[in-house]
């Protein structure tokens, strides 16, 4: 399963992709021309060899014209909704750090039944993600399960590099 990519690294690859098809296919185009109106004289007396070769070559650089406006256009959506993103993920951080704290979380693994309290770090880990998981499901709807992963991932280093060099 591939890893969550936010909108705005999505929207930047989108902006290189149509920068670089734009490019290439201006450029081709251009060529192109130059080659049918004999400014290259690339083909001389080809008769119809020069006419078929032009217009596929055309027709492939005028798609990727295409392809990097449309990349282009996805990009532009694509910030858009990476601002929202930001926007709700800043809302769930300010959320987490009133509502979530490391010894609450941790208090609520050795309530639960059968849980020895010599838990491995992993253990915790993935009881840990769990319960943040769990809260932030309780409190924001419908999330993206690839975004709430990520988020939760980030959240816990964050959370649990100053909580474990704080107890030591």
């Known amino acids: 399963m591939p890893g969550y990519q936010s909108s705005a690294s999505k929207a930047q690859d989108n902006r290189s992709s149509a ?38 070559m055309g027709a492939m650089f005028i798609l990727f014209i295409v392809f990097g406006i449309v990349s282009m256009r996805d990009s532009r959506l694509l910030l858009v909704k990476a601002k929202s993103e930001n926007s709700l993920c800043s809302e769930i951080t ?35 993600t769990e319960k943040m998981r769990a809260a932030i499901e309780d409190k924001f709807m419908n999330l993206d399960e690839a975004f709430l992963d990520n988020f939760v991932d980030e959240y816990y280093q964050e959370m649990y590099e100053d909580y474990v060099d704080n107890s030591r």
């Open 19 to 56: 920068y670089t098809l734009l490019a290439v296919g201006g450029i081709g185009f251009i060529v192109v021309l130059l080659i049918f109106f004999n400014v290259i004289p690339l083909y001389r007396n080809a008769g119809i060899t020069k006419y078929l070769v032009c217009g596929v």
């Open 94 to 128: 300010r959320w987490c750090q009133e509502n979530l704290d490391c010894a609450g979380i941790d208090a609520l693994i050795l309530e639960e039944e059968g849980v020895d309290a010599k838990l491995t770090e992993e253990e915790k880990y993935y009881r840990r």
